[in-house]
T-cell receptor
Framework: AQKITQTQPGMFVQEKEAVTLDCTYD???????LFWYKQPSSGEMIFLIY??????QNATEGRYSLNFQKARKSANLVISASQLGDSAMYFCSGGNTGKLIFGQGTTLQVKP | DVKVTQSSRYLVKRTGEKVFLECVQD?????MFWYRQDPGLGLRLIYFSYDVKMKEKGDIPEGYSVSREKKERFSLILESASTNQTSMYLC???????????????FGQGTRLTVV
């Protein structure tokens, strides 16, 4: 991907509710991968979920799902049943053949 | 477990110094990356490498160079450190997976560099 855009600098969600974090990408490559990572306050980068451009179905991993709309070039992350431990920075990223780029990130705060 | 290790957690250098940031991965990954992370700007790609001795510029290569003499090691060099290079630097590595697409990246713990 040549550009990844996350337009939500900060988001709030009530505990146990679902939340959607937005991501759009811009690429001229016919094949690419899209990723979401979580970065808690400790600073480590944790891989959450992956979607390949040829995948027909949206990826899911536990409470995480990726709403992939190829025509709109969006790859939104949906977190269901939010938990306090989900409070973190979330990054969308994409790439092909080595060049992996990231968006600006979204800070998610889960309220009890 | 994949391990990506960066040589320093915190570093303080003076303006004009040559600075080396080292990164080692132990899982035979083809791809290696250097990013800097700044508040509000996310992770910005400085350089990446998909093979030994190969290097490609990322989005912000100015003021940096890299070296990859061995598959497991990727070094970032600040030729003459400046205060605007004060940042968190993250190294990562990944495999080239099926259909030539990259798999998920594994990150080091980061190096907080302060240039004074």
């Amino acid at each position: 991907a040549q550009k990844i855009t996350q337009t939500q600098p900060g988001m709030f969600v009530q505990e146990k509710e679902a939340v959607t974090l937005d991501c759009t990408y811009d690429t001229s490559d016919p094949s690419y991968g899209l990723f979401w990572y979580k970065q808690p306050s400790s600073g480590e980068m944790i891989f959450l979920i992956y979607q390949g451009s040829y995948d027909q179905q949206n990826a899911t991993e536990g409470r995480y799902s990726l709403n992939f709309q190829k025509a709109r070039k969006s790859a939104n992350l949906v977190i269901s049943a939010s938990q306090l431990g989900d409070s973190a920075m979330y990054f969308c990223s994409g790439g092909n053949t080595g060049k992996l780029i990231f968006g600006q990130g979204t800070t998610l705060q889960v309220k009890p | 477990d994949v391990k990506v290790t960066q040589s320093s957690r915190y570093l303080v250098k003076r303006t004009g110094e040559k600075v080396f940031l080292e990164c080692v991965q132990d899982m035979d990954h083809e791809n290696m990356f250097w990013y800097r992370q700044d508040p509000g700007l996310g992770l910005r790609l400085i350089y990446f490498s998909y093979d030994v001795k190969m290097k490609e510029k990322g989005d912000i290569p100015e003021g940096y160079s890299v070296s990859r003499e061995k598959k497991e090691r990727f070094s970032l060099i600040l030729e003459s450190a400046s205060t605007n290079q004060t940042s968190m630097y993250l190294c990562a590595s990944s495999l080239i997976g099926a259909e030539g697409l990259d798999t998920e990246a594994f990150f080091g713990q980061g190096t907080r560099l302060t240039v004074v």
